[in-house]
């Protein structure tokens, strides 16, 4: 089945310091990316929505200049938390889908624990 | 914005107990997922459900989705420790916003030995 890779699964970081999350997709195509945040005991909320060439989709609310994406391949799109605080530390997830005929399913990865100190 | 509501939020339950996670909304859906995630992980898709009425087994889990395509239940037999976890029903937002996926708000099982 459709693989996608997360990197890194954990990374704790001074506040102000810019992290890179990157986000794989192994075995498949991913014209689309999605990028979640999570936090302790609820749902997933969408951030934004990347495709591959083009500039993300942010969600309403999540300011882009903070979280900075970039999908310039076909399997990798990255999530830049810039300048980080401790109020960004949450539980980031992507998924990722290839263009096709209706919604096709999202591949999601096993997410990265964000902890800023 | 196409809302999914999901109950309940908490379930705490013994072994070998029956529970059932609801799913609902006012719009009507192409078709509807049901994800499973353990802490630390990504969710994990369970079942997909597309026809109005259809009922589909994953072993003890029974999913089914409405007769109108507005609102699903996971049921779970005999429940035991390793279905503890989060679930999470999902659709496709529709309209312009392809391929994007609405989630409930999840449902926090704990099934104690």
């Known amino acids: 089945g459709a693989v996608v890779s997360q990197h890194p699964s954990w990374v704790i970081c001074k506040s102000g310091t810019s992290v890179k999350i990157e986000c794989r997709s192994l075995d498949f195509q991913a014209t689309t990316m999605f990028w979640y945040r999570q936090f302790p005991k609820q749902s997933l909320m969408l951030m934004a929505t990347s495709n591959e060439g083009s500039k993300a989709t942010y969600e309403q609310g999540v300011e882009k200049d903070k979280f900075l994406i970039n999908h310039a391949s076909l399997t990798l799109s990255t999530l830049t938390v810039t300048s980080a605080h401790p109020e960004d530390s949450s539980f980031y997830i992507c998924?990722?889908?290839?263009?096709?005929?209706?919604?096709?399913?999202?591949?999601f990865g096993d997410g990265t624990r964000l902890s800023i100190l | 914005t196409q809302l999914l509501e999901q109950s309940p939020q908490f379930l705490s339950i013994q072994e070998g107990e029956n529970l059932t996670v609801y799913c609902n909304s006012s719009s009507v859906f192409s078709s509807l997922q049901w994800y499973r995630q353990e802490p630390g992980e990504g969710p994990v898709l369970l079942v997909t459900v597309v026809t109005g009425g259809e009922v589909k087994k994953l072993k003890r889990l029974t999913f089914q989705f409405g007769d109108a395509r507005k609102d699903s239940s996971l049921h779970i037999t005999a429940a035991q420790p390793g279905d503890t976890g989060l679930y999470l029903c999902a659709a496709f937002a529709g309209g312009t916003s392809y391929g994007k996926l609405t989630f409930g708000q999840g449902t926090i099982l704990t099934v104690h030995p």
């Open positions: 998924s990722a889908t290839h263009r096709g005929r209706g919604n096709q399913p999202q591949h």
